[in-house]
């Protein structure tokens, strides 16, 4: 049955003629109670501190993965682009093709015009895509960062070190022992 510091406020033991002296013995257990409500308070801060890391560290692996959705959706749009202007490209030379038997010159000039706007229209494309892919590697590089940062603070944490957790039980038990001294054993008839 677990134990809570009201139990120990209001625990009573009964008389004995050479017993322990009662005003001992409240002074010490409301000593005790005081410091098991310490202890439950402590922890409870403790617990709702880690839930508002964990809330944080969802947060913002929610906008990290916001983030490259976004990036996806842009490489997406400019490769779609890309495609676009190739073929925009390619009709304006078929059609230049079909007016070049009516006027062979016009259709020249105007192809050529077409290919140099199609070119600088595409470079233009191309460095903005060589753009994103730089801003989507520097995202991933600067994430991989901040979590293995994640990573080593949760490694960091006392309660994960085996040599912190033996040192808690220990100084638990040595407290306990304190308090609930072992029985003595009847002696042999």
Do not use: C, W
Request: charged residues 35%; negative net charge; hydrophobic residues 35%.
């Amino acid at each position: 049955m677990a134990l809570f510091p009201i139990d120990i406020k209001h625990q009573d033991f009964s008389g004995q003629m050479f017993g322990y002296s009662k005003k001992e013995v409240r002074a010490f257990l409301d000593q005790i109670a005081g410091e098991l409500e310490e202890f439950q308070k402590k922890q409870e801060r403790e617990f709702a501190r880690r839930e508002q890391m964990q809330y944080e560290v969802k947060q913002e692996a929610v906008q990290a993965g916001s983030a490259v959705e976004d990036l996806k959706r842009r490489e997406e749009l400019i490769s779609r682009t890309l495609v676009f202007a190739e073929k925009t490209k390619a009709d304006i030379v078929a059609n230049a093709r079909k007016e070049a038997e009516n006027i062979i010159h016009e259709a020249e000039l105007k192809a050529k015009r077409a290919i140099h706007e199609a070119k600088q229209y595409l470079s233009v494309l191309e460095h903005q895509y060589l753009q994103m892919k730089e801003q989507k590697r520097q995202f991933l590089m600067q994430f991989r960062v901040e979590l293995q940062s994640f990573q080593d603070r949760i490694g960091k944490d006392p309660l994960l070190s085996k040599d912190s957790e033996l040192q808690l039980d220990s100084e638990f038990r040595q407290i306990k022992d304190e308090i609930v001294p072992k029985q003595e054993e009847p002696p042999n008839k």
